[in-house]
């Protein structure tokens, strides 16, 4: 099975020395997106760990995105929106706050360590707040180590 | 008058009446050990109408397709009428076209409880006062009830349904005879990694026979995510990972709907503690946002709504 | 070859020499299912009266990879399976499972090319099988081919006289399997006792003839269909756990520039099945997918093989959430009704 195969390569060649988590995140496009360019522009710092990925509104965050993220071997996922009021489309947040809180359980029960996921508000002007959730989150996932895949064998 | 003969009854009523156009029940399965769903569209036919310990199935599975030809009655025991409350709020029936013939019966045999018996030699399998009754060549055996019954039967306080037109059995509120979520809680005393342990030697069984989904009242979509071949989320491969995607999704597609009325972990051919996770999911959905799937017609949908305050990541 | 006994307590020691030689798969009890497995992934348990899942799976994986592919730009790389190659034993396999091998070589070799992967397979695979003393109360093999006393597909075949196996031999591997160290002539009353077993055993199961001749006079139109299709739910339980289906869907797994094309089981029951592109369903609904397993097993093989394609171990019947029973929508459409011209190609 080559989705196996890959996944097992992924996994060795974490166990090498010097391993970096591999982070993904999920922006809105009108707040964690700005505030992500924001600490870009004010030249923060924070660690490169991150692939971004832009998506029109937190509420466009299926959890299957998550899912999938973990499935094909990130070792931690970010999803990051507007603060709730403050969703461009009114309340695609508080549609995702529920699910995604409703998730982030679920996945813990399922065996993925809480570390792996965060869920947050990242306002345009908050640049500082976003260095510090990939801070946190990469530091955290660095905490549970490399991630072997969703199901342990 | 048994429960079985006011159920014939009833149904003679309703189809003579014209109120419905079929009941669904159960009828005699191809062996005693067994019922199977019938469909009953004639008075005359309500007399294969039968209830006993092996009415397993939760026919409310039926529904979305069979109002399509008309108003329904359907026998529904206290669980599952709650996956009925769940279609009627989910827009997928609609309340008048469904007639809620709701049953609480003592308890359905779980299939296991029959090990030791030759199944070729059981004639007849009833409900006893203190348990079932398994009648065979050699007489009856009475097998008491914490061995006889299904889990969730053993859990079930019978308490009063959301919605039911005609109410059969005994609906006086009972103490549960076990605890619904030790399995849970025992199953959350693994460490993360023995968890995932855990489920990848489940989903490394599963074959993708789809039963579970299929078996599922709230599994009702009429293109399921994992059938789509444009897009492709969950691979038709059945590698654990494939199928903890298929399993995950349908977790958090049924989240709220699902009942505990344990039919995908009874249809699973496989054995795979499906209702674990479906248990898990409606402790969540208390715990976060305090309803309760099917318990009431006035909670909208878990997904379909939300509330200003809903707990939240960071909470100020 | 004169017949022969092993004791009971010589099969572990027989298996493991075995298994020095090759794979050994045996029946493992794993979370309440019955499977094979390979030795030592469980407990072996003989004493099932049907595996949950039949041997399809150790011949026909439910994902099995025909070729991968990577690219970068216009240049494209392939890299095909390679061919199975290592020699097996499966021990304690059921005589319905070891004769619906029977039908699938004839399936996988109708047309040329055969199947390869498969034959590779079926070629390096030796088959022990262990009649059975108790057939389940949804067994019918006496009416699709009797394999309890006329064996197929074994090389060797075992049967549980009480503290030890009667064991004969069919083919040359069986007999070389038969020499080993643990087994001995076996004598009158062993014999005796194989009789007295099989007897019983027999007379668990119904004792209706064969089915060949009724079976291609099926009613297409027969009003069972629509009866079965209003309660049947379009799962795959039926034909997933039949040793003799053996249809498949073939899909691919990319992942950026490289991937995969691998074929899974698929079946009959699944609404997607027949969906055509453009969107025509040859069957449309489970009336005529209900239809279509039941006289795949018992009409079109007989046509297409000259055999049944069941071969009455009961899964189906005993597996099937909504306990739709082959045996009895058999036994219906066989019932003398009143004559119908029925259309009958598909
Ligand atoms: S997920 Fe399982 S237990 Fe829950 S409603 Fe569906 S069939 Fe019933
Ligand atoms: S019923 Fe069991 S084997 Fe079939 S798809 Fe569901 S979990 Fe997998
Ligand atoms: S006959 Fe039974 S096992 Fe087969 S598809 Fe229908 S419900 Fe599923
Ligand atoms: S059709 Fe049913 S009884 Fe016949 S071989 Fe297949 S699973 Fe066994
Ligand atoms: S019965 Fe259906 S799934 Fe089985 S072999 Fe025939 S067509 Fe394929
Ligand atoms: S637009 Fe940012 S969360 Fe909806």
């Given amino acids: 099975m080559t989705e196996q195969e890959e996944r097992t390569e992924q996994v060795e060649t974490k166990?090498?020395?010097?391993?970096?988590?591999?982070?993904?995140?999920?922006?809105?496009n009108w707040c964690s997106y700005a505030g992500a360019d924001l600490a870009g522009s004010s030249r923060l710092k924070y660690p490169p760990n991150m692939r971004v990925v832009r998506v029109p509104c937190s509420g466009r965050v299926n959890p299957q995105f998550v899912m999938k993220a973990f499935e094909r071997g990130f070792d931690g996922v970010l999803v990051a929106g507007c603060h709730p009021g403050d969703c461009h489309y009114s309340k695609g947040n508080y549609y995702t706050r529920r699910r995604l809180m409703l998730f982030k359980e679920f996945l813990e029960f399922m065996g993925i360590e809480p570390e792996r996921f965060k869920f947050d508000w990242v306002s345009a002007a908050e640049g500082q707040k976003f260095a510090e959730v990939v801070g946190e989150l990469t530091e955290s996932v660095k905490r549970a180590g490399p991630f072997e895949g969703v199901c342990k064998r | 008058m048994s429960m079985e003969q006011e159920l014939r009854e009833k149904a003679k009523e309703l189809l003579s009446s014209g109120k419905v156009k079929v009941v669904i029940g159960y009828g005699e399965g191809s062996i005693p050990i067994k019922s199977t769903p019938i469909f009953v569209k004639t008075p005359e036919q309500a007399d294969c109408l039968v209830l006993n310990p092996t009415c397993t199935n939760n026919l409310t599975v039926y529904l979305p397709q069979a109002v399509k030809s008309g108003p329904v009655a359907v026998v529904a025991k206290p669980c599952e009428v709650k996956n009925i409350v769940e279609l009627v709020k989910e827009n997928q029936i609609k309340r008048e076209d469904v007639t809620v013939i709701a049953v609480s019966t003592p308890g359905i045999l779980n299939d296991a409880a029959l090990a030791e018996f030759d199944l070729l030699d059981v004639k007849k399998i009833s409900w006893k006062a203190d348990?079932?009754?398994?009648?065979?060549?050699?007489?009856?055996?009475?097998?008491?009830?914490?061995?006889?019954?299904?889990?969730?039967?053993?859990?079930?306080?019978?308490?009063?349904?959301?919605?039911?037109?005609?109410?059969?059995?005994?609906?006086?509120e009972r103490a549960p005879l076990q605890d619904k979520f030790a399995d849970v809680e025992e199953y959350e005393k693994l460490s993360a990694e023995e968890k995932r342990a855990f489920w990848a030697g489940q989903f490394s069984k599963c074959i993708r026979c789809y039963a579970c989904r299929q078996a599922c009242p709230g599994c009702y979509c009429n293109e399921c995510f994992v059938d789509k071949n444009g897009q492709i989320w969950a691979s038709k491969d059945t590698g654990a990972e494939s199928n903890w995607f298929f399993h995950m999704t349908r977790m958090m597609h049924t989240a709220g709907r699902c009942t505990g009325c344990g039919e995908c972990e009874r249809a699973c051919p496989m054995g795979i503690p499906l209702s674990l996770m479906g248990k898990?999911?409606?402790?969540?959905?208390?715990?976060?946002?305090?309803?309760?799937?099917?318990?009431?017609?006035?909670?909208?949908?878990?997904?379909?709504?939300?509330?200003?305050?809903?707990?939240d990541p960071c909470p100020e | 070859?004169?017949?022969?006994?092993?004791?009971?307590?010589?099969?572990?020691?027989?298996?493991?020499?075995?298994?020095?030689?090759?794979e050994v798969l045996a029946p493992v009890e794993d979370g309440g299912v019955i499977r094979y497995?390979?030795?030592?992934?469980?407990?072996?348990?003989?004493?099932?009266?049907?595996?949950?899942?039949?041997?399809?799976?150790?011949?026909?994986?439910?994902?099995?990879?025909?070729?991968?592919?990577?690219?970068?730009?216009?240049?494209?790389?392939?890299?095909?399976?390679?061919?199975?190659?290592?020699?097996?034993?499966?021990?304690?396999?059921?005589?319905?499972?070891?004769?619906?091998?029977?039908?699938?070589?004839?399936?996988?070799?109708?047309?040329?090319?055969r199947d390869e992967p498969y034959f590779a397979r079926r070629e390096r695979t030796t088959i022990v099988g262990l009649f059975c003393n108790n057939p389940a109360w949804s067994c019918f093999c006496t009416e699709v081919g009797n394999f309890l006393t006329n064996p197929q597909e074994m090389d060797a075949g075992l049967t549980d006289i009480g503290d030890k196996y009667y064991a004969e031999a069919y083919t040359a591997k069986g007999e070389e399997l038969l020499s080993a160290a643990q087994f001995e002539p076996a004598g009158a009353e062993d014999a005796a006792a194989v009789e007295k077993v099989k007897q019983k055993a027999l007379s668990r199961l119904p004792?209706?003839?064969?089915?060949?001749?009724?079976?291609?006079?099926?009613?297409?139109?027969?009003?069972?269909?629509?009866?079965?299709?209003e309660k049947c739910l379009g799962c795959g339980v039926c034909a997933y756990s039949c040793p003799t289906c053996h249809c498949?869907?073939?899909?691919?797994?990319?992942?950026?520039?490289?991937?995969?094309?691998?074929?899974?089981?698929?079946?009959?029951?699944?609404?997607?099945?027949t969906l055509m592109g453009h969107g025509h369903n040859p069957r449309p609904s489970k009336k005529e997918r209900t239809r279509q397993r039941v006289f795949h097993k018992f009409k079109y093989s007989i046509e297409r093989y000259k055999m049944l394609g069941c071969v009455g171990c009961g899964r189906c019947i005993s597996a099937c959430p909504v306990n739709i029973d082959i045996h009895a929508v058999v036994a219906e459409l066989e019932k003398p009704a009143p004559a119908s011209e029925g259309v009958n190609n598909e």
């Fill in chain 1, 15 to 28: 166990e090498n020395a010097g391993w970096e988590p591999k982070l993904i995140g999920f922006l809105c």
């Fill in chain 2, 280 to 311: 898990k999911m409606s402790l969540l959905v208390k715990e976060l946002f305090g309803t309760q799937p099917g318990e009431s017609m006035e909670d909208a949908p878990v997904f379909g709504c939300y509330q200003t305050n809903d707990p």
């Fill in chain 2, 131 to 172: 348990g079932v009754a398994v009648t065979t060549s050699q007489g009856d055996t009475v097998i008491p009830r914490d061995a006889a019954f299904q889990k969730k039967c053993l859990s079930c306080t019978a308490a009063q349904p959301a919605i039911a037109d005609i109410k059969i059995g005994d609906w006086a």
């Fill in chain 3, 1 to 22: 070859m004169e017949a022969k006994v092993i004791a009971k307590q010589d099969i572990s020691a027989w298996l493991s020499s075995l298994a020095e030689k090759m």
């Fill in chain 3, 207 to 229: 004792a209706k003839g064969a089915h060949e001749e009724a079976c291609l006079s099926y009613n297409w139109d027969s009003p069972i269909f629509p009866e079965l299709a």
């Fill in chain 3, 37 to 113: 497995r390979p030795l030592g992934e469980g407990e072996m348990n003989l004493n099932f009266s049907g595996p949950a899942k039949s041997l399809r799976d150790h011949f026909t994986p439910e994902t099995e990879t025909l070729f991968r592919y990577k690219y970068e730009g216009l240049k494209a790389e392939l890299e095909e399976s390679p061919a199975e190659e290592h020699d097996r034993l499966i021990f304690g396999v059921r005589a319905c499972d070891a004769a619906a091998l029977k039908y699938v070589d004839a399936v996988y070799s109708m047309v040329e090319p």
């Fill in chain 3, 248 to 273: 498949f869907d073939i899909q691919e797994c990319a992942q950026g520039k490289k991937g995969s094309r691998f074929r899974c089981w698929d079946t009959c029951q699944f609404e997607k099945f």
